[in-house]
């Protein structure tokens, strides 16, 4: 029985599809055919298509190979190099320790709560 591929949002497969016809382009600009470039990726003719299609029940793998059979496999480096959320929330976890030592500090020198005894420890007025 085939693989259901993966539930792909809208977004998603616009990506894909964008990324398939850039490979499709790349090809056509090397002026290789789909059974050359399937045979150098070690791949059916089907699994270009699909690739070339942005079809996401084809594997990164896959991709990967095609890419490689283009001479495009340097290119797969600059995949998520630059993860911009994740250094704007690993900043921002370094400078929690330092507002909560603030904290810590202002707590310590602020003036001690009253010393009013307490109820019932036997000074009558």
Do not use: H
Not at 21 to 39: D, F, G, I, M, T
Not at 64 to 90: F, P, Y
């Amino acid at each position: 029985m085939p693989r259901k591929p993966p539930i792909v949002f809208p977004q998603e497969q616009k990506l894909l599809s964008q990324l398939g016809e850039r490979l499709k382009l790349a090809r056509l600009r090397r002026k290789l055919s789909n059974p050359v470039v399937a045979q150098r990726a070690g791949i059916s003719r089907t699994s270009l298509y699909k690739v070339e299609a942005g079809d996401p029940g084809a594997t990164l793998g896959t991709y990967l190979r095609v890419m490689a059979a283009l001479g495009l496999e340097a290119d797969i480096n600059a995949l998520a190099a630059d993860d911009k959320v994740g250094r704007k929330l690993q900043d921002l976890a370094l400078e929690m320790p330092a507002s909560a030592s603030r904290r810590r500090r202002t707590a310590a020198t602020a003036p001690p709560a009253s010393a009013d005894p307490a109820p019932g420890s036997g000074s009558a007025a």
